[in-house]
């Protein structure tokens, strides 16, 4: 079976840019949804998007400027889609 290559309805994606003052930002985000919740440093939204996967059962994913979705974390269950 192939992952998906692209977050599904629910996953959690942690959104790393670089502001127009050139400093790095990450960003929560609950695809795809437009709520979005600002992290202090990459740990700490890495840390909080694995917590939220293991929690609700979904993927954690890493979205950087210019780069495709990369999986951090896949705790779905195979067959659990309904």
């Known amino acids: 079976m192939v992952e998906s290559l692209i ?15 050139g400093i790095a930002t990450y960003v929560l985000q609950i695809h795809p949804r437009v709520d979005r919740f600002l992290m202090a440093t ?5 840390s909080n998007a ?16 210019g780069q ?3 999986l951090l974390e896949g705790v779905r269950q ?5």
Request: a negative charge.
């Open 7 to 21: 977050p599904d309805a629910g996953d959690i994606v942690v959104v790393a840019t670089t502001n127009p003052d």
């Open 42 to 46: 990459r740990e700490q939204a890495v």
């Open 68 to 70: 495709d979705f990369v």
């Open 78 to 82: 195979v067959g659990a889609q309904t």
């Open 50 to 65: 694995l917590s939220y996967a293991a929690l609700r059962r979904v993927q954690a994913w890493l979205l950087e400027t």
